[in-house]
């Protein structure tokens, strides 16, 4: 079987429009892979200047220096509590907050000095229970004080027995104080 020129033509033709169809899809593949990445690229160039590169630095002395400030607050609180329990004046306190608001002490009474550890810091502990007469906003203007007056005092709990009778407005109150004192060892 022979095969005439025209026959060896076409086939040639048809070799060649494949060739160029084919290259043609190739060239397509690597323009649209050649744009993502050269997309891809100028993201991470964005991203890259975008980065500080002295943030890591600026955060670390950012840091020293809340560190510095928490140590000097440490040692500031600590020369409040460091006062041996025996020279805070809780007893005058008492009195003094209750007469300015115009309450009575009925009882008074203390456990012994106790160490604890608050926070991770060796303290002295003293519990106090304290009763109190009186009318009921000067009661809780009395406690409110006695939370606020030391640092180093705090009101732990409160029990208030108010009287029934509707004008008479008098109440007692069993307050729980503790003394916390800071314990150099």
């Known amino acids: 079987m022979k095969i005439s020129k025209r026959s060896w ?3 040639g033709i048809g070799f060649f429009i494949i060739s160029v169809v084919s290259l043609s899809f190739v060239y397509y593949q690597s323009t649209s892979e050649r744009d993502r990445l050269q997309e891809d ?3 991470a160039r964005s991203k890259l200047s975008s980065i500080d590169l002295l943030t890591p630095t600026n955060k670390q002395e950012a840091l020293e220096q809340q560190l510095n400030q928490a140590y000097k607050d440490y040692e500031s609180d600590k020369k409040k509590f460091v006062q041996s329990i025996e020279d805070i004046a809780v007893g005058n306190v008492l009195y003094e907050a209750a007469r300015i608001n115009d309450v009575n002490i009925t009882q008074m009474s203390s456990s012994d000095i106790r160490s604890e550890e ?3 810091a060796p303290c002295l502990v003293l519990s106090l229970n304290t009763s109190v007469i009186g009318n009921v906003d000067n009661l809780v203007a009395f406690i409110r004080q006695l939370n606020n007056e030391l640092v180093n005092v705090l009101v732990k709990s409160v029990s208030m027995n108010i009287s029934p009778s509707g004008n008479d407005k008098t109440a007692t109150a069993s307050i729980q104080i503790v ?7």
Do not use: H, N, S
């Open 179 to 185: 003394v916390y004192a800071y314990e150099e060892k």
């Open 41 to 43: 690229l100028i993201l």
């Open 9 to 11: 033509f076409t086939i």
């Open 118 to 120: 608050v926070k991770g």
